[in-house]
């Protein structure tokens, strides 16, 4: 079952502009991790936050984590058109085998128009 | 260094038609994991493998049937297609702890008529 939620389901801005991204999840979590996804591509890792961290910064991204609230958000700085994309977050999910997986949210539609 | 690649690209299928889809890395990661997506359904897990000759269920195995009998490749079988099979396929690989990010595939359009 899916663990992350993200919010909004598509987000439209314009070049410039910063884009929030927020993910709500379920059960308590050893790390967090955001992935971006193109058009037709396959999935491409962002950032990892670990639950013990609340902030984390790579390049224009900065990513939250509140492990009191359930719930991480990302920020996109001064976005670019070329950071349009779908954005996902993962958690990890114990599965019966003991072993785990990432579960991943329906994701947030991103739009930067020029 | 190719990453994770996935064989083919595009398929067509009639119901009731078989195949093999193929995920190969390179990276000697012992995880794999075969995902489905689906317009506003997210990536759903099908099945994984923890190591070479494992295999495991996920989410959503019916219909799907799976082998990693070696570590670099993880296939994907339909034994039966059907047309809730059509979907866009995702392979993906992880070297082994949860904090290890995961490697993703291009991705198998598949349609099932």
């Known amino acids: 079952s899916q663990q992350g939620e993200e919010d909004p389901q598509a987000l439209s801005i314009q070049e410039g502009e910063n884009a929030t991204m927020n993910c709500s999840y379920k059960?308590?979590?050893?790390?967090l991790q955001w992935y971006r996804q193109n058009s037709g591509r396959g999935l491409v890792h962002l950032i990892l936050?670990?639950?013990?961290?609340r902030e984390k910064h790579s390049g224009r991204l900065r990513v939250t984590l509140d492990t009191s609230k359930k719930s991480s958000s990302l920020l996109i700085t001064a976005s670019r058109a070329a950071d349009t994309a779908s954005y996902f977050c993962?958690?990890?999910?114990?599965?019966?085998?003991?072993?785990?997986?990432?579960?991943f949210g329906k994701g947030t539609m991103l739009l930067v128009s020029p | 260094n190719a990453g994770v690649t996935q064989t083919p690209k595009f398929r067509v299928l009639k119901t009731g038609q078989s195949m093999t889809l193929l995920c190969a890395q390179d990276?000697?990661?012992?995880?794999m994991y075969w995902y489905r997506q689906d317009p506003g359904m997210g990536l759903r897990l099908i099945h994984y493998?923890?190591?070479?000759?494992?295999?495991a269920k996920g989410e959503v195995p019916d219909g799907y049937n799976v082998s990693r009998l070696k570590k670099q490749n993880f296939l994907l079988g339909l034994e039966s297609a059907a047309p809730s099979q059509t979907s866009v396929y995702f392979c993906?690989?992880?070297?082994?702890?949860?904090?290890?990010?995961?490697?993703f595939g291009p991705g198998t359009r598949l349609t099932v008529l």
């Open positions: 993906a690989s992880r070297p082994t702890s949860s904090t290890d990010t995961q490697y």
């Open positions: 493998s923890v190591g070479e000759g494992t295999t």
């Open positions: 993962a958690t990890d999910l114990i599965m019966n085998s003991g072993y785990s997986t990432l579960t």
């Open positions: 059960t308590s979590i050893n790390n």
């Open positions: 936050i670990r639950s013990n961290e």
């Open positions: 990276m000697n990661h012992e995880y």
